[in-house]
C-alpha cells in the first residue's frame, strides 16, 4: 500500500481540476478570438467581439469562484524532487496566471464601457441577457471616454501578450516535469 501511495501524486480537488480546464479552455478561444477577430470578414467580426465579451466576463466570474475555493483548499504539494528555483518560478508563474486572469477581462470590461457607441448598443452575455458596463467609465465626457478607450485597449491587449507568455511557461514547465523530470506533477491536475 505504502508502494502505491508514493506512486500516486497528490491531487488537486475534483472541482479545482474542472475549474483550471474549463478556465484554460475559455482562455485560449478568447485569445484567439482576440488575435482573430480584426482579421475576420466585417459580417463575422461583432459576433467574435461579442463572444469575446461573454467569454471574458465568464472567466472572471470562474477565477473569483476558483480564488474562493483555492483560499479554503490548500493545493496538493510539490514533487518533492523539484528544486527550489523550480518550486519559485511555479509560484510567481502561477500567481502571474491569476493576475492576468482578472487582469484581462476587468481591462476589456473597461475598454468596452468607454466604446463610444455603448450607451446605443448593449452588451448581452452570450445574448441571453444584458450585462451591465461599468457606470463610472460610461459617464465620462466623450473625449475623456476616447482616451480611456485607447488606455483600456492597450492595457488589455499588453494583458493578452503577458498572459499568452505565462500560459507557454505554465504548459512549459508541466510537460517538463512530466517528461524529462518524471515526477508525474501533470497528474495532480488530469482528469483521471
Same mark, same amino acid.
Do not use: C
Given at each position: 500500500?505504502?508502494?502505491?501511495?508514493?506512486?500516486?501524486?497528490?491531487?488537486?480537488?475534483?472541482?479545482?481540476?474542472?475549474?483550471?480546464?474549463?478556465?484554460?479552455? $475559455?482562455?485560449?478561444? *478568447?485569445?484567439?478570438?482576440?488575435?482573430?477577430?480584426?482579421?475576420?470578414?466585417?459580417?463575422? %467580426?461583432?459576433?467574435?467581439?461579442?463572444?469575446?465579451?461573454?467569454?471574458?466576463?465568464?472567466?472572471?466570474?470562474?477565477?473569483?469562484?476558483?480564488?474562493?475555493? /483555492?483560499?479554503?483548499?490548500?493545493?496538493?504539494?510539490?514533487?518533492?524532487?523539484? #528544486? *527550489?528555483?523550480? /518550486?519559485?518560478? #511555479?509560484?510567481?508563474?502561477?500567481?502571474?496566471?491569476?493576475?492576468?486572469?482578472?487582469?484581462?477581462?476587468?481591462?476589456?470590461?473597461?475598454?468596452?464601457?468607454?466604446?463610444?457607441?455603448?450607451?446605443?448598443?448593449?452588451?448581452?452575455?452570450?445574448?441571453?441577457?444584458?450585462?451591465? /458596463?461599468?457606470?463610472?467609465?460610461?459617464?465620462?465626457?466623450?473625449?475623456?471616454?476616447?482616451?480611456?478607450?485607447? $488606455?483600456?485597449?492597450?492595457?488589455?491587449?499588453?494583458?493578452?501578450?503577458?498572459?499568452?507568455?505565462?500560459?507557454?511557461?505554465? %504548459? #512549459?514547465?508541466?510537460?517538463?516535469?512530466?517528461?524529462?523530470?518524471?515526477?508525474?506533477?501533470?497528474? /495532480?491536475?488530469?482528469?483521471?
Amino acid at each position: 500500500m505504502a508502494y502505491e501511495q508514493t506512486l500516486t501524486p497528490p491531487r488537486y480537488t475534483v472541482p479545482a481540476i474542472i475549474a483550471h480546464w474549463l478556465i484554460a479552455m $475559455l482562455m485560449i478561444v *478568447n485569445l484567439g478570438l482576440g488575435l482573430i477577430a480584426e482579421d475576420l470578414p466585417d459580417a463575422q %467580426i461583432r459576433l467574435a467581439i461579442d463572444t469575446h465579451k461573454s467569454i471574458g466576463i465568464t472567466v472572471l466570474g470562474l477565477v473569483l469562484l476558483r480564488v474562493l475555493w /483555492r483560499l479554503s483548499h490548500r493545493p496538493p504539494p510539490f514533487s518533492g524532487t523539484m #528544486a *527550489n528555483w523550480e /518550486r519559485g518560478l #511555479a509560484h510567481v508563474t502561477h500567481f502571474g496566471l491569476y493576475v492576468f486572469m482578472v487582469w484581462m477581462p476587468i481591462t476589456g470590461w473597461l475598454h468596452d464601457s468607454a466604446w463610444k457607441a455603448a450607451a446605443e448598443k448593449p452588451m448581452f452575455w452570450f445574448g441571453l441577457f444584458e450585462w451591465p /458596463r461599468i457606470g463610472l467609465v460610461m459617464a465620462r465626457p466623450a473625449a475623456e471616454k476616447e482616451v480611456l478607450h485607447e $488606455l483600456f485597449g492597450a492595457m488589455h491587449e499588453i494583458g493578452g501578450y503577458g498572459l499568452i507568455a505565462l500560459l507557454l511557461l505554465h %504548459i #512549459a514547465g508541466a510537460l517538463k516535469h512530466q517528461f524529462v523530470d518524471h515526477d508525474a506533477g501533470l497528474r /495532480r491536475m488530469w482528469p483521471r
